[in-house]
Structure formats: structure tokens, C-alpha cells
């Protein structure tokens, strides 16, 4: 079988599975009678690979039935037969009359001041609906945005088994960027680097989740940060190396983060204050995956997080600001008074699934400083970014700090958090 058909039949299985299994549990779990999702071709929307199509009324009834009624007005009939998960196919001029024989008391659209994903119905669009509907059912129209994220995050199987298998590929890609297959010490740029991954993924019919990217040091005994956050900088040995990367592939993006340390001359291991620091994140990342379970918000598991963090020996460090934008924790600062030698460790395990980008994608966020999303409860086969920073200060330093940021993907199922691929287990070494 072809590629492309192969990735066809898996978008297929997906929304098959989804409007089967899912769908008629978050409609009525959110007493939602009718969806109607508009897109307008030209004017792409974040559902269109969910829903299979980019320009109509896709509708979907609660009739009362185990199966949600599903319609599409004005789309593209012959696409979307071949799909074969539409019921009811029509043109735009019916949509009142539609509306009307069906009488829903709560009609949820694609408008929402609050997450992107929810909010692609333009506002000329919009005015064209509600004059569609009547001032009757205008009144009953409410914003998707809580269907929506559930009907996103609430995975089924095959969502997960394709989601894993592209974690794998992840790292397998990201792996070897960070080995002497890639980089030569001494002659190899952060750059040529972030090209070769791009080269990689263009031979798999694939995108970077981020765009380009580059590896970034995160210590080195050769040269100064104003040196070394260059794209043009050429790695040294004894350069500690962190990489964020993510492959969109389907309908899926992926996250993670890998670690590598370029060995010097003489060495045959990575230093011991250096190991040190890692091994304190690792015992971090055990404290963080024990206390995330089902059924409570992302605001409160923080909170257990953080006191059991604070219990187990750690500092933890609330973020209220997203430190991509006011900064990482300082590695340069003085060790603080109330927790001499102890790791600082800061939590943003924000979801991700169809995006690798947490600012878009939809679901429960642990972390300080995406507010938006610490009401949502942390549901069965929730996906995220198990993503924390741990700041350890090292003794032979004179107190200046490693720091790590770690991150996988992962999934939150009754047993608890599962790793969907092997995660970070160790620092790569490069010779």
C-alpha cells in the first residue's frame, strides 16, 4: 500500500473512531445539542484534518441516538462522501429549514474569546450564520470552545498508537542530531545542525512543529552566553547541549527535548557535577509523574505538586510568567538562603497532541502561568508536554547552577502518567 493512502486510511480510522466514540459523549457531557463548525475555504482552521474538510456547515446533531446525526451544507460532496463518516449532505440555503426541523435548545459554534482552536469562524461569517438561524435561534448560540477541547483531548486508540509511533520518530531523529553522525567538535555549527534535521525531515514527507530550530548550549568551559547563543557558533568540546524539537506529521505534533555533552580531551565520562545536576532532575521528574492523576484540575495538581516537590527535598519555583518570554530561572543568581544546595524546580506540562505548540493546542496545562487552562480537569488519555526545569547549584562552582529542562510526551491514563516512547534517561555523549 502507498504512503499516501496509508495516511489517509489513519486520518480516516481516527475521525471514524472519534465521532463514534467521543463525539456523542462531550456533546452531552457539555448539553450540547447541535454543533455547527463553519470554515470557509481560504481561511484555514485548526479542525479542518479533525473534520476532513475546509469549507461548509459541518453540523452535528444529538438526535438521542447512541450515533450523532452528522451533516455537511455547502462542502465538497465528493470528498467528503469518500470520507464516510457524513450522514446528510445539502447546500447553504437549507440551513435554516435544517435548523428549524431539528429545534436545538443549545447550538455551539466556532467563536471563542478564550483558545484559538475554538475561534476560526470569521466575523462576516458569523453575522451570516445568525441571520441564517433567525433571531429565535441566535439566542440559543453559545461558543464551542469547552466541545471542542474535550472532543480534541479525549483521545481514542488510534490517536494514541499514531501519536506514539511519531514520538518515536522524534526521537530517534533527535538522538542521532545530537551524536558524531552530526556534529564534528570543532567544526560544527548550531546551525548546520538545525539544517541537517530539516533535510531529514524532508526526505520523510514531514515539518518541523517549531519551524527551524537550532540546539542551544547550556554551559561551556570555552566561550561566553553572548558568544554561544549564536546560530553561527561552532561547538566546542566540553559544550553542554539541550535541543527543543518537534515533528508535525498528520494531524499530530510532537515535543521533547534532548541533552548531550561534547566529551573533552581525556575524558571518558561526563563530569561528575554535571551528572550530579542531571540525576537531581531525574528524581524531580519521579516526584512530578507520582502526583498527576485523573480527575482533578491542572491548577490543583500543581499545588500537590509543588508541596510534594517542596516535601521531597526540592525547591519549587512557581513560574507566573512563561519564561520564554521574561526568561529561565538564572543559573548566575546566589543560592537562595532558605534552601542552600537544594534544586529549584519549575513545572510547565502543557498539552499538546495535534500541536506541538502548547499556545494553540487545547486541554489542561500544569503550569503557573497559563491561567486559560488550570480550570480544565485532567481527563482519561489526556496527552502533554511533561516539560519542568530543575536548577541545581554546584558546589565546585562556587554556587552557579546547571540547569536542565526536561521534556517528553506523555499521557495520563487511570494507571497514572505512561510514557508513550522511551523518555530522557540520560545525557548523549558526542566524542
Not at 546551525?191 to 525531515?201: C, I, K, S
Not at 528524581?283 to 490543583?300: C, D, H, M, Q, S
Not at 493546542?361 to 530543575?390: M, W
Not at 554556587?399 to 522511551?422: C, M, Q, S
Request: proline share 3%.
Amino acid at each position: 500500500m502507498g504512503k499516501a493512502r496509508s495516511r489517509w486510511e489513519q486520518l480516516n480510522l481516527i475521525r471514524r473512531e472519534k465521532f463514534n466514540l467521543i463525539l456523542p459523549k462531550v456533546m452531552r457531557e457539555n448539553k450540547i445539542d447541535m454543533w455547527i463548525h463553519v470554515m470557509k475555504e481560504g481561511n484555514p482552521d485548526a479542525l479542518e484534518l479533525d473534520l476532513g474538510g475546509n469549507h461548509g456547515y459541518f453540523i452535528f446533531t444529538d438526535r438521542g441516538n447512541d450515533r450523532i446525526e452528522r451533516a455537511v451544507l455547502e462542502g465538497y460532496e465528493d470528498t467528503l462522501q469518500r470520507i464516510g463518516v457524513y450522514d446528510i449532505f445539502g447546500r447553504e440555503k437549507e440551513l435554516k429549514e435544517f435548523v428549524t426541523m431539528r429545534d436545538p435548545k443549545r447550538i455551539a459554534i466556532n467563536i471563542s474569546d478564550w483558545i484559538a482552536i475554538a475561534d476560526g469562524l470569521s466575523h462576516s461569517n458569523y453575522l451570516k450564520l445568525v441571520e441564517a438561524l433567525g433571531e429565535k435561534y441566535k439566542q440559543r448560540v453559545i461558543s464551542a470552545e469547552q466541545l471542542i477541547t474535550d472532543f480534541r483531548t479525549q483521545r481514542v486508540i488510534s490517536e494514541i498508537i499514531l501519536y506514539g509511533q511519531l514520538g518515536e520518530k522524534t526521537r530517534q531523529i533527535l538522538e542521532i542530531a545530537l551524536s558524531n553522525k552530526v556534529i564534528t567538535p570543532g567544526r560544527t555549527t548550531l546551525e548546520d545542525v538545525g539544517w541537517w534535521m530539516e533535510d531529514q525531515l524532508l526526505k520523510s514527507g514531514m515539518s518541523s512543529t517549531f519551524g527551524f530550530s537550532t540546539p542551544s548550549i547550556i554551559y561551556s568551559e570555552k566561550a561566553q552566553r553572548d558568544k554561544y547563543n549564536s546560530e553561527k557558533y561552532i561547538i566546542q568540546r566540553g559544550d553542554l547541549i539541550s535541543y527543543d524539537f518537534g515533528i508535525q506529521h498528520l494531524n499530530f505534533g510532537t515535543d521533547m527535548k534532548r541533552v548531550a555533552y561534547v566529551v573533552q580531551k581525556g575524558e571518558s565520562s561526563i563530569p561528575s557535577e554535571i551528572q550530579f545536576g542531571w540525576d537531581r532532575a531525574l528524581k524531580a521528574r519521579e516526584v512530578i509523574r507520582a502526583n498527576i492523576k485523573l480527575g482533578k484540575t491542572a491548577g490543583k495538581t500543581l499545588e500537590i505538586i509543588g508541596k510534594a516537590l517542596d516535601d521531597a527535598g526540592f525547591e519549587y519555583i512557581h513560574l507566573s510568567t512563561d519564561p520564554m518570554i521574561s526568561g529561565l530561572p538564572s543559573v548566575e543568581a546566589d543560592v537562595n538562603p532558605e534552601y542552600p544546595g537544594k534544586t529549584g524546580v519549575s513545572i510547565d506540562c502543557h498539552c499538546v497532541g495535534n500541536t506541538g505548540n502548547s499556545e494553540v493546542a487545547s486541554g489542561p496545562s500544569i503550569a503557573g502561568f497559563r491561567l486559560d487552562r488550570t480550570h480544565l480537569i485532567i481527563k482519561p488519555n489526556h496527552i502533554f508536554a511533561f516539560e519542568f526545569i530543575a536548577v541545581t547549584p554546584i558546589e565546585k562552582w562556587g554556587g552557579k547552577k546547571i540547569r536542565f529542562n526536561i521534556e517528553d510526551d506523555a499521557i495520563v491514563t487511570e494507571n497514572g502518567v505512561e510514557w508513550l516512547y522511551p523518555p530522557n534517561e540520560r545525557i548523549l555523549l558526542i566524542y
